[in-house]
């Protein structure tokens, strides 16, 4: 009998574990406080517990509508309306998806074809060029201007063909932590006016915004809104990262192209999860005040990097610090962090990996999403080096 398994010719042979998870597994193996990967160390809010738990006991547990419940769908229309003056409708036009992860590699399966091309602004979000990858796609790769990480519309414009498809914009960003202004939002619109071009925002931060900054969704601008697909995610917002469930809103032309992927792709996403969340979403103030709510901790956790070595760099939105290394360690950043999870007891993540060719500036992110005392613990550490 033969037994041997057949071998693979791999789609993705670049990819290996990420290193999100490669730094939380050295973290546990080392004891380490974990600023590594960018998750909550604290609970969610009981209230949200308790509206999943109704839903649950309720016997809301069978498949929902394969676009997401129509309570949740029309919370997210109502939101979007009154955060940013753009109406959609609920029914043709929002989905809920399984995180926006989900969301923005069935958005690329649903408009990249083959030799497609999509521009990416690195660093960026791991996910991005894997999926275009699986897609057949093109990555075209544009850098954010080094040490501002600030778009360069130039660049941009220059790597624009008649064979662009879409291109990929985060907005807070991960990981530098910038804010685009309306000044670089409007520029996005005219240069991706005359074309056909799709826009994917990611904006699964946009509730942490800083110092009075206000967060520039795509759907304030009604050319970006009629090609966007707008990313976010509730994991961010209300400190449930473990349940992945996010949205997407888009035109009704681009929401039916893209449920014909996703439901093949997931079909439903988690039923009580989602009465729950729109119970909880009928109010506001949660994600209303989370901007102050992170403020006061990127603030602790920068008044604390001050007794360091690391030169900050600006940290406008998401919940995530990044630090110049260079006063500090002769290393590169992959070695640096894995240094300082094992010896100093703080994990890291390199911002190599969010480039293609692991460009090294000597910058590390941190994440500030911890408990007080947590990061009090890691801000000791860090000031002895
Ligand atoms: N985009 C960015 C920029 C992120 O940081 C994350 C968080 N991992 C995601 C997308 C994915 O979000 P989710 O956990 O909802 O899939
Ligand atoms: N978005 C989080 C980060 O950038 C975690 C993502 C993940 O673990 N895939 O750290």
Redesign the pocket.
Known sequence: MNTRTPALKSRLPNVGTTIFTVMSALAVEKGAVNLGQ?FPDFDCDPRLVDAVTDAMKKGLNQYPPMTGVPVLREAVAAKISALYGHAYDATSEITITA????A?LTAILAIVHPGDEVIVLEPC?D?YVPNIELAGGVVVRVPLTPGTFRPDFDKIAAAITPKTRAIIT?TPH?PSGTVWTRAEMLKLQDLLAPTEILLIS?E??EHMVFDGQQHESAARFPGLAARAFI?S?F??TYHV?GW?V?YFAAPASLTAEFRKVHQFNVFTVNTPVQYGLASYMADPKPYLELPAFYQRKRDLFRDGLKRTKFRMLPGEGTYFQCVDISAVSDLGEAEFCKWLTSEIGVAAIPLSAFYGNGFDQRVVRFCFAKKDETLNTALDRLAKL
Do not use: E, H, M
Not at 99 to 102: K, Y
């Open positions: 960018g995180g926006a992860t989900q923005i979000y996910s985060n991960n990611d699964v931060y990313v995610s994991g961010k990262t992945k996010g």
